[in-house]
């Protein structure tokens, strides 16, 4: 069987490229899949290919069916089909040959997409297990359409009617997942259809995680499918009154059956590679630490209805995964209780009412206007007599964070008092810097303090100072109390810049700190005048054009910066926006007790004196000296003296320096989530309770695309848009020409001597 099954393969493989249509098809399908693939990625600037396995499905849709039309209809139509099943070879070995072999001509395309990956790795360090797991659900995805190709191709002699027919069938099963096709539909239905459909199953491996239920459906799909064509094909040689044929018949829709009840059934089937950085989808040795000694039973209560919208049904399979792997960490220590609050069962409702977790309002467009639909999706984590929750999980990547901080803050009812100074105009925690201070009040106890003249001072509770962004010079005094409270073994997170940000005015306002100042050279470390600009890194902001409408274009003075260590609060960090921020001078710094955090890209630069605040200035003009700036460190007590009687042990406290303040506001929080990952980072490793630290670097956006120069840029697009696409061309343009003298050569050998091309003697 695998002889024959490998003959009809390589045949099938090699027609396609003894033909000039398949050279075309490959070349569209290319040249289309690299144009908005680098539209999109010099936009985002992040080395990655989601854009590429989002538009995917939808150029497949086309491109399939037209590589597919022609596989069995064809024999049908030239009589072709008969002959080769009349030689000893079965109707099983010719349909997997025939699938084989496309298989392999569509893994030739999807090779050619590797091009894209290549020129990220020109200018970045994508994930490569993530692409390793988006190119197998690539696989995955195309051998079902394949497979559905082909069925559509055995129904019909014609090859135009086989295309209009599998492209028909692959868009309903793509568009199954979309809130215009399950317009209507009664929601338990509409996730049932979802569950079946193909998006849902191929977003879920393109995350990074190749999933049993994802690689299940794709099998399914392909088994199902590859039996229904198996089933056309015999019923032109089988008797359709003969029990021949109807038991062919009940085994397919045996298997059919099968498909669709473990498809819509199999929820719990459990079983994952997570091929993510940091293992995003796996529980980390902190969760399985903090669940593993509990002391006592924590009970977890997850409210889901049943009438959920099909597009949070990833999510609702994401979060009963997590909560899964949460019991059997925990054992004995926790109990896991499910609840479908409804009008059918009045006491979940009252149950989630009782845990704080409410009824969320979805809209939904009905059949000819919108409609609004309650549902519940929350969690409720009780101990004791204490409870926490999440009233509603909009997304699934920083739920385990949430849940181990929510249990860690349960079970120890310690908590540990974050301070906030004030009196000098720093970032207020009831307006510009509610954003963070909510978030650290999530496990820290949050409160103002004031060591001016008149104020509290540093109550000695407060283990962790912050100190964000002061517009007035503090005095010798509150020097001395800052300095006390390191030398005691306080920490602090200072945020500050020598200048101040009037974005109504065209330069920046210099804003000496020399109380500060004398602090930070204790360390040997300082925080120079003037700002960062990065060429290649950096945020974006909208402008109004003339006509009213906006447009958006980089802004240098907010960069991007990067990690400039290993460290452990900036281990797996993307990358946070530092709007107008000044740079650290570290030359004088202790290597052994100073660490650089972040910093800019190699294309950073600083810049001193009056410079403009002009998001259309032309930045290029100045670019002069350009280096990593460093931009933030964490600096470790120095040892004290080994004089007699000293231990020489480390004395006083734990200190991380950034040379800007804006970052941590409301204004940059919301839509940045390498800023607040970072900051309460750093306030866990000042606090020396890293636990979490840990969980929350799973958390990895993308990591930038950055090229050393606009060549290197343009060889990664017009070599993929191009120069791939050539190539192809050139081997087709090769092969055909080479067929085609072969086939001269051979019709020329079999003339006798002396005969012309006619026969007829000379």
């Known amino acids: 069987m695998t002889r024959n099954v490998s003959a009809i393969a390589g045949r099938e493989f090699r027609s396609f490229f003894d033909q000039a249509t398949a050279y075309i098809l490959l070349v569209v399908f ?3 899949n690299f144009f908005f693939y ?7 600037a992040e080395a990655t290919l989601r854009p590429m396995f989002e538009l995917m499905p939808w150029l497949l849709l086309f491109f399939v069916p037209a590589v597919t039309m022609r596989s069995l209809a064809e024999e049908q139509s ?65 051998g079902a359409l394949v497979a559905i190709g082909l069925w559509a191709s055995s129904l019909t002699r014609n090859q135009i009617t086989a295309f209009i027919v599998a492209l028909t069938s692959i868009f309903v099963l793509m568009a199954v997942t979309m809130n215009v096709v399950l317009i209507g539909l009664p ?29 299940f459906y794709f099998a399914s799909i392909t088994v199902a499918f590859l039996g229904l064509a198996y089933l056309m094909i015999e019923r032109g040689r089988l008797s359709l009154k003969g029990s021949s044929w109807r038991s062919l018949r009940i085994g397919i829709l045996g298997i059919l059956l099968i ?41 977890i209560k997850f409210f889901a209805s049943r009438e959920l919208p099909p597009q949070v049904d990833l999510v609702k399979r994401d979060v009963e995964d997590l909560l899964a792997d949460y019991a059997v960490a925990a054992g004995d220590n926790m109990q896991l209780l499910r609840f479908s609050p409804s009008a059918s069962d009045p006491e979940a409702q009252v149950e989630a009412e009782q845990m704080g977790i409410p009824a969320i309002q979805f809209n939904v467009l009905g059949q000819d206007e919108f409609q609004v639909r309650q549902g519940y999706l929350g969690i409720a984590i009780q101990y004791a007599d204490q409870t926490a929750n999440v009233p509603f999980v909009r997304q699934t990547d920083d739920l ?44 820290y106890q949050v409160g103002p303090v004031d060591i001016t003249a008149g104020g509290a001072g540093i109550p000695d509770s407060v283990r962790v100072l912050i100190i964000q962004g002061p517009q007035t010079p503090l ?31 065209a330069f920046p306002n210099p804003q000496p700190h020399p109380v500060l100042d004398a602090l930070l050279s204790d360390y040997g470390v300082a925080v120079p005048e003037g700002m960062v600009i990065d060429h290649r890194s950096s945020g974006r902001v909208t402008l109004t054009s003339g006509g009213g409408g906006g447009y958006v274009v980089p802004y240098p003075l907010w960069p991007i910066v990067v990690p400039a260590s290993a460290h452990a609060m900036v281990e797996g960090l993307g990358g946070v926006v530092l709007p107008w921020a000044s740079p650290l001078d570290l030359s004088a710094a202790d290597t052994s007790t100073v660490t650089p955090l972040l910093a800019t890209t190699e294309f950073g630069q600083h810049l001193t004196g009056p410079h403009p605040l002009n998001p259309q200035f032309d930045w290029n003009s100045i670019a002069a000296d350009l280096r990593p700036q460093p931009m933030a460190a964490a600096i470790l007590p120095r040892p004290s003296s080994t004089a007699a009687g000293d231990t020489g042990q480390p004395a006083g406290g734990r200190l991380v320096l950034v040379g800007d303040a804006d970052f941590a506001s409301n204004r940059f929080l919301g839509g940045e989530a390498g800023n607040i990952v970072f900051l309460t980072n750093a306030v866990d490793w000042l606090s020396q309770d890293e636990s979490l630290i840990q969980i929350r670097s799973k958390l990895r956006s993308a990591p930038p695309l950055l090229y050393s120069s606009e060549l290197m840029r343009d060889v990664a697009k017009y070599g993929n848009l191009i120069g791939v696409p050539l190539l192809f061309v050139l081997i087709g343009a090769w092969r055909l020409a080479r067929r085609r003298q072969l086939q001269t050569r051979k019709y020329g050998s079999a003339r006798r001597p002396g005969q012309t091309g006619t026969g007829v003697p000379a």
């Open 30 to 32: 290319l040249v289309a």
């Open 259 to 299: 498909c669709v009840v473990v498809n819509l059934l199999g929820r719990h089937i459990r079983g994952r590679l997570d091929l993510t950085p940091g293992k995003a989808y796996t529980l980390s040795s902190t969760t399985r630490s903090v669940l593993g000694n509990l002391e006592d039973v924590v009970t």
């Open 78 to 142: 030239r009589g072709t089909l008969e002959l080769v099943l009349s030689q000893p070879i079965s109707s099983l070995e010719f349909l997997l040959g025939k699938f084989l072999g496309i298989m392999g001509f569509m893994a030739v395309a999807l090779g050619g997409t590797l091009g894209a990956a290549i020129g990220l790795r020109l200018g970045g360090a994508p994930y490569f297990g993530v692409m390793f797991a988006q190119y197998v659900g690539a696989l995955l995805l195309t």
């Open 400 to 443: 385990e964070y949430r849940l181990t901080s929510a249990v860690l803050a349960l079970t120890n009812p310690t908590r540990t008092t974050i301070g906030f100074l004030t009196g000098h105009g720093e970032a207020d925690v009831t307006r510009e810097a509610s954003g963070f201070a909510e978030t650290l009040g999530q496990n």
């Open 475 to 505: 005095t010798e005094s509150e020097g001395d109390a800052l300095r006390a409270f390191l030398a005691g073994g306080g920490n602090m997170l200072l945020m500050v810049q020598p200048l101040t940000i009037d974005e109504t005015q």
């Open 38 to 44: 680098f539209r999109t990625i010099f936009v985002t």
């Open 187 to 215: 929601p338990v239905f509409a996730t049932a259809v979802t569950r079946l459909g193909l998006l849902t199953h191929f977003s879920a491996i393109t995350r990074g995680v190749l999933d049993l239920r994802d690689l």
